[in-house]
Every structure is written in C-alpha cells, then in structure tokens.
C-alpha cells in the first residue's frame, strides 16, 4: 500500500510504501521508485537509510544488518562501492574500499578481541598484494601477500 504524493499515475515525490516482499520504504519517489533521501526496513531486521536512485542503495547511506553488522559508506547501484567502514557484531572493523560489495583496493581491518590489525591490499574480498600484519605488542609482518 502507497501513501503518498502522485505525478502522473506513478508515485513521485515523499511517500510511504510497503512492498509486496515486505520491505517498508518511507522517503522520496521518482517514476514510481525510490529516489533521493529515504529509509527502508526489511524483513528480518536489517535496515537502510540513505540515498537512492532508481530504487537501489545510491550515493551515502547507512545499513544497519540483522546481524548487528553495520556499513556506513558509499553505494552504488545497490552494492557497496567506493570508500566504507564496516563494523561486524563482534567488533573487527574493515576500513576501506569496496568495489561490488566487496573489499577492494586499501584497507586496514582491526580486532578488538585479538588486538590484531591488517593493512594493504585487497581484491574481490582477500588479501592481495602489499601489506602489513601488526601484532598486539607491535611487531609487524610487511610483505607482498
């Protein structure tokens, strides 16, 4: 159900709706999809508010997951890209680039549990290339991984 303003027969502008899988979207409209600043709720917990375009995560935005994880960066075309820090439930946090949802490019990942910290290269989500292990009492591992 759509609650909102209209152009044209589609939904433009600020409006609520709840999609047919469940999801809860409240902000602006453009052709009948998200658009601009909005926020959504989805089934199971996880929710975004941000910017969008043509209904998918654009631009700065913040998703709070299920899980507890939370990403707070950039988006494009729905998927994490470009510059983001994501903070796991347990506490590790990667700082970074992103490209297609995935760590790519530099990044540095810190555990609080461990004390552990990684910074280098990334690609599609491993370590890949020049880089540096720093152990709890400083001692480092720089090497080409």
């Given at each position: 159900s759509y609650d909102g303003l209209w152009e044209a027969g589609r939904m433009h502008g600020f409006g609520r709706y709840k999609f047919a899988d469940g999801m809860l979207y409240s902000g602006g409209f453009k052709n009948g999809l998200p658009d601009g600043e909005g926020?959504?709720?989805?089934?199971?917990?996880?929710?975004?508010?941000?910017?969008?375009?043509?209904?998918?995560?654009?631009?700065?935005?913040?998703?709070?997951?299920?899980?507890?994880?939370?990403?707070?960066?950039?988006?494009?075309?729905?998927?994490?890209?470009?510059?983001?820090k994501l903070t796991f439930a347990s506490g590790t946090v990667y700082e970074g680039h992103f490209w297609l949802g995935k760590y790519h490019?530099?990044?540095?990942?810190?555990?609080?549990?461990?004390?552990?910290?990684?910074?280098?290269?990334?690609?599609?989500?491993?370590?890949?290339?020049?880089?540096?292990?720093?152990?709890?009492?400083?001692?480092?591992?720089?090497r080409n991984w």
């Open positions: 926020s959504a709720w989805y089934p199971g917990g996880t929710k975004y508010k941000g910017h969008w375009r043509d209904g998918l995560h654009e631009g700065t935005g913040v998703m709070t997951y299920a899980t507890g994880s939370t990403y707070d960066g950039y988006w494009k075309d729905g998927k994490r890209q470009g510059e983001g490019g530099r990044g540095r990942v810190t555990s609080p549990t461990t004390g552990f910290e990684f910074v280098g290269s990334f690609h599609r989500g491993f370590v890949n290339g020049p880089g540096a292990l720093v152990w709890p009492d400083g001692e480092r591992d720089t």
